[in-house]
């Protein structure tokens, strides 16, 4: 648990850095920038002349219906380098562990099994055209009203996210044009034991999840809610 608390909060001085440097850009036009003029540095985040920035917002939909959650929503950041995520949400089962996943679609071209005005669906998981995967993002607890906000960085090339069990191909390959979806899944009621396997696995807790996907538990697990940022 304390491993993946740092390695969020981590992610979370990446993106207010980010975010900080960008704020101007996101209010003024929201539209990606091919050529920009501005230079920082933020750690493992640099960005120069001669980089690619694009910005987009997404709401937050239920998995069930597809109805927009009120208030809720995501930003996605793209360079060359790769992707930094934030999602705020509410309408969640309170104080249950949850966990974000990347859904990485890095030829939705191929896609065929998509949804409308969706490109890419679950059934596209497993054709190695549209070179998938599935990936962790990140872990909370939701708050007595049914809240929680996340953030998280995907490098080019990086695949310590995924698990096995789960589709994964090469990680994040095209940050451009990649369709990104982004999962909120619940993990049901906190068990002191097994939170840090709760927030960091798709199955650490569940009665219900693929085998080999984390320590099972006595918890049903639900993927509830899902953001989507197309290429």
Excluded: Y
Excluded at 13 to 33: E, G, M, P, W, Y
Excluded at 67 to 74: E, F, L, T
Excluded at 195 to 215: H, R, Y
């Amino acid at each position: 648990m304390v491993r993946t608390q740092r390695k969020n909060l981590t992610i979370c001085f990446k993106l207010l850095a980010t975010f900080t440097l960008l704020v101007a850009v996101v209010f003024s036009s929201q539209t990606a920038i091919a050529s920009s003029t501005v230079q920082q540095s933020t750690g493992d985040v640099s960005l120069s002349a001669s980089d690619f920035i694009s910005i987009s917002s997404s709401d937050v939909r239920t998995i069930s219906d597809g109805s927009v959650i009120p208030g809720a929503g995501s930003k996605l950041i793209r360079t060359d380098e790769g992707v930094t995520m934030e999602l705020h949400t509410s309408e969640l089962p309170a104080k249950n562990a949850v966990t974000t996943w990347w859904v990485i679609f890095n030829k939705p071209e191929n896609c065929t099994e998509g949804q409308a005005p969706l490109r890419c669906g679950e059934g596209d998981l497993g054709n190695p055209d549209v070179q998938a995967s599935v990936m962790f993002a990140a872990g909370s607890i939701s708050s007595a009203n049914g809240k929680a906000t996340f953030g998280s960085h995907l490098s080019v090339g990086d695949t310590e996210g995924c698990q096995t069990g789960l589709p994964c191909s090469q990680g994040l390959t095209d940050p451009k044009g990649a369709d990104i979806h982004l999962i909120v899944r619940d993990h049901g009621p906190i068990i002191p034991d097994m939170l840090d396997e709760q927030i960091s696995t798709f199955g650490g807790g569940c009665n219900n999840a693929p085998p080999d996907t984390g320590k099972p538990g006595p918890n049903t697990c639900e993927d509830l809610q899902f953001s989507a940022h197309e290429g």
